[in-house]
């Protein structure tokens, strides 16, 4: 059984509702309809009931069971409303801006359901940037509490491989933070930590990713992967982390002898904390293409209720896949 199959299998044991509001992308029609009929999760779609319909008629899916909300129809508006402009209002949200947002807006109002707890988690990103799924998010929603910040991580599935937990492998962060300070980049690995825990089960064992091992390289990013090394440490004492490691030593049991003997952690890595955006994009990509990997994200964490992205280039199989990963972190918060 894959990761993925495993996943589904947790989501359907405690079945949650999740909320979709990119009705006008044809990848998610698909993937509802297979979501309902492999019984992953309840669906909420947002739009024009009409409109949906004809667009599964054309692409010949099934959306029985597939809950459908037309804010324009909406029997909660006005108490979505208020929730609205009672969460902003600090920010000068009027009744009436907060009206037209949630008439016009469908990632906002799928987030403001989440917010009402009349639905669990939300997906979306396939037609939006991350920054508009995160913005409603975080202003409505906001972060969980004792996080510091908000980051994006994959999953990484990677068939046919020896390394991490049975080729399965949190990257981290992948998809929202640039430039990471080193004081970030620790509190990224403390909550990769409970995110890989939580979504695979397994103990997490993190790599605080550089150029350089043990001090073979001087730069200035390689002493900001120092120091997070050294925060981490200080400030989550109970994670198995180590650092500085290039990525062969950290996954690579016969590497890690060579240049980082007695590392608790090199070699058997299955968390990979990236030093800047730039590596963790590219490193993802490379090895969910060159690999054949399955990659499931960006996933966001630390926000105070699921809400996840998706990569413009996804399928509709991932947004499958995250729908049913963001279900498991449902149920599980």
């Not at 962060?173 to 825990?197: M, R, V």
């Not at 293409?289 to 809400?307: D, F, S």
Request: proline fraction near 5%; include cysteine; hydrophobic fraction near 40%.
């Amino acid at each position: 059984m894959s990761y993925i199959d495993i996943i589904k299998e947790k989501a359907r044991s405690d079945r949650k509702t999740i909320v979709l509001p990119e009705t006008n992308d044809k990848r998610t029609l698909i993937a509802a309809s297979h979501i309902i009929e492999e019984g992953i999760a309840n669906i909420i779609m947002v739009g024009n009931e009409e409109k949906i319909m004809d667009g599964a008629g054309w692409l010949e899916v099934d959306l029985t069971g597939v809950r459908v909300i037309d804010p324009t129809k909406c029997e909660k508006l006005d108490e979505y409303v208020q929730l609205l402009y009672e969460t902003r209002k600090h920010k000068g949200m009027t009744p009436e801006k907060a009206r037209q947002i949630l008439l016009t807006d469908n990632m906002t109002f799928g987030v403001i359901m989440v917010k009402a707890n009349d639905a669990d988690g939300m997906v979306a990103g396939a037609c939006h940037a991350t920054a508009d799924t995160l913005r409603p998010a975080l202003q409505i929603l906001k972060t969980a509490p004792g996080v510091k910040l908000v980051s994006g991580f994959f999953i990484l599935d990677v068939p046919n491989c020896e390394y991490g937990e049975h080729g399965t492998f949190l990257f981290a962060d992948c998809g929202l933070n640039q430039d990471p300070t080193a004081e970030e980049l620790a509190a990224i690995a403390d909550t990769s930590a409970k995110s890989f825990k939580t979504l695979v089960g397994a103990k997490p064992i993190i790599a605080m990713l550089s150029h350089s091992t043990k001090g073979s390289a001087k730069h200035p990013l390689v002493d900001k992967v120092v120091k997070a090394v050294e925060i981490a440490h200080e400030q989550y004492p109970g994670l198995t982390l180590d650092g500085e490691l290039q990525t062969d030593a950290a996954i690579v049991p016969s590497v890690a002898k060579s240049k980082a003997p007695g590392s608790e952690v090199a070699g058997k890595a299955n968390v990979l904390i990236f030093p800047n955006l730039d590596c963790g994009n590219i490193g993802y990509k490379l090895v969910q293409r060159l690999a054949k990997a399955e990659a499931y994200g960006p996933m966001l964490q630390g926000i105070a209720k699921p809400v996840n992205d998706l990569s413009r280039g996804c399928s509709w199989e991932d947004i499958v896949g995250v729908v049913a990963l963001t279900a498991v972190q449902a149920q599980l918060m």
